[in-house]
């Protein structure tokens, strides 16, 4: 039986890896599919920023998430959310669906006006649409035309208090891991140097330049984990026969 089906898409070309395991059964066999996948995911969200991968029926979502949070010795920080397209009269004004309703969702990465976003966003559809793609954007394009210097020096705050502070927060952070942490929302964050100003202004006109992958969580099971620190992430517009469309949504690591 098949478990596990992971994809590593580029722009130009897709690898793909089934592995074979049955779950009930802790012997060589599940320990052997466990190494593969975890090679595997480790080696696409380094070479891309995200893997795409297939929760079949005999994977639950908590497994699936389980053994996400295992492979990636990340703790869990959030479990499964509901996601639903909802019209801007329906949602918080100060949500995306408030704003945006059914429309396109800005590039982003989740949890940006937070210190401390949390590293992987995993989304999962219960109700999939082949008509709502998920755009994604790789950070290091945008850091190699503006330059490290320039967004590291670049700071900026959040638009409204986050439990209850207004931290200033750098658009690339060190991290003592050795990783970088580039946070992007316009609508949540604003520049309050000129510094953060201008590396702003250069996200915002480099954007629509980027070259994006436009994945598709088209069936129940279809996945991805994406790197939080990396990659910026959207939703396009949602059309009268996709609103029935439900993703779930959880998160992996620390957060504050």
Same mark, same amino acid.
């Given at each position: 039986?098949?478990?596990?089906?992971?994809?590593?898409?580029?722009?130009? !070309?897709?690898?793909?890896?089934?592995?074979?395991?049955?779950?009930?059964?802790?012997?060589?066999?599940?320990?052997?599919?466990?190494?593969?996948?975890?090679?595997?995911?480790?080696?696409?969200?380094?070479?891309?920023?995200?893997? !795409?991968?297939?929760?079949?029926?005999?994977?639950?979502?908590?497994?699936?998430?389980?053994?996400?949070?295992?492979?990636?010795?990340? +703790?869990?920080?959030?479990?499964? %959310?509901?996601?639903?397209?909802?019209?801007?009269?329906? %949602?918080?004004?100060?949500?995306?669906?408030?704003?945006?309703?059914?429309?396109?969702?800005?590039?982003?990465?989740?949890?940006?006006?937070?210190?401390?976003?949390?590293?992987?966003?995993?989304?999962?559809?219960?109700? @999939? !649409?082949?008509?709502?793609?998920?755009?994604?954007?790789?950070?290091?394009?945008?850091?190699?035309?503006?330059?490290?210097?320039?967004?590291?020096?670049?700071?900026?705050?959040?638009?409204?208090?986050?439990?209850?502070?207004?931290?200033?927060? +750098?658009?690339?952070?060190?991290?003592?891991?050795?990783?970088?942490?580039?946070?992007?929302?316009?609508?949540?964050?604003?520049?309050?140097?000129?510094?953060?100003?201008?590396?702003?202004?250069?996200?915002?006109?480099?954007?629509?330049?980027?070259?994006?992958?436009?994945?598709?969580?088209?069936?129940? @099971?279809?996945?991805?984990?994406?790197?939080?620190?990396?990659?910026?992430?959207?939703?396009?517009?949602? %059309?009268?026969?996709?609103?029935? +469309?439900?993703?779930?949504?959880?998160?992996? @690591?620390?957060?504050?």
């Amino acid at each position: 039986m098949t478990l596990w089906i992971i994809e590593n898409p580029t722009f130009k !070309s897709v690898e793909r890896l089934a592995l074979e395991t049955y779950p009930y059964q802790m012997d060589q066999g599940i320990q052997k599919a466990y190494e593969n996948g975890s090679v595997a995911i480790f080696e696409a969200l380094n070479r891309y920023g995200y893997c !795409s991968f297939e929760c079949l029926q005999y994977a639950t979502p908590e497994k699936a998430l389980s053994f996400l949070s295992d492979v990636l010795n990340e +703790r869990i920080f959030s479990t499964w %959310a509901a996601l639903t397209p909802t019209a801007k009269s329906d %949602a918080s004004p100060v949500s995306y669906s408030g704003m945006f309703g059914y429309g396109e969702f800005p590039l982003h990465s989740d949890m940006a006006n937070w210190k401390m976003p949390p590293r992987y966003l995993v989304l999962m559809a219960k109700r @999939g !649409s082949p008509s709502v793609q998920t755009p994604i954007v790789d950070s290091a394009w945008l850091v190699a035309r503006i330059g490290k210097t320039e967004l590291t020096r670049a700071l900026v705050q959040p638009r409204r208090p986050v439990r209850g502070m207004l931290p200033l927060m +750098r658009l690339l952070e060190p991290r003592a891991s050795g990783q970088s942490l580039f946070r992007w929302d316009q609508t949540f964050i604003k520049p309050v140097s000129p510094a953060g100003k201008s590396a702003f202004d250069s996200v915002v006109n480099l954007l629509e330049q980027a070259p994006r992958f436009n994945f598709c969580l088209d069936k129940a @099971g279809s996945a991805i984990v994406i790197d939080n620190w990396r990659m910026l992430h959207g939703r396009g517009a949602v %059309a009268k026969d996709s609103k029935d +469309r439900e993703v779930h949504r959880a998160y992996l @690591g620390e957060a504050a």
